[in-house]
């Protein structure tokens, strides 16, 4: 319930309103890269192992900065 209250007043929030929350309350960022990947009509999705609760999904992977001179 509280979650769904949250949501709705996020929605409603202007958006640089909500950029600027979000670059305030998290010090660090997760990033990651996605793929749709089709082949005859079919879309290639995979069962996540790490995190067993999603389900099936694009196949991807976090992305870490890249170190300079490397």
Known sequence: MLKDI???IWRKMPRGLRW???RITQ???TVS???VI???NKVLLLDHVLRPANGWGIP???IQRARAGG
């Open 60 to 62: 991807g992977g976090f």
């Open 33 to 35: 890269a996605g793929a």
């Open 27 to 29: 010090k660090k960022f």
């Open 38 to 40: 089709v082949k005859d």
């Open 20 to 22: 600027w929350t979000v």
């Open 6 to 8: 949250i949501a709705k």
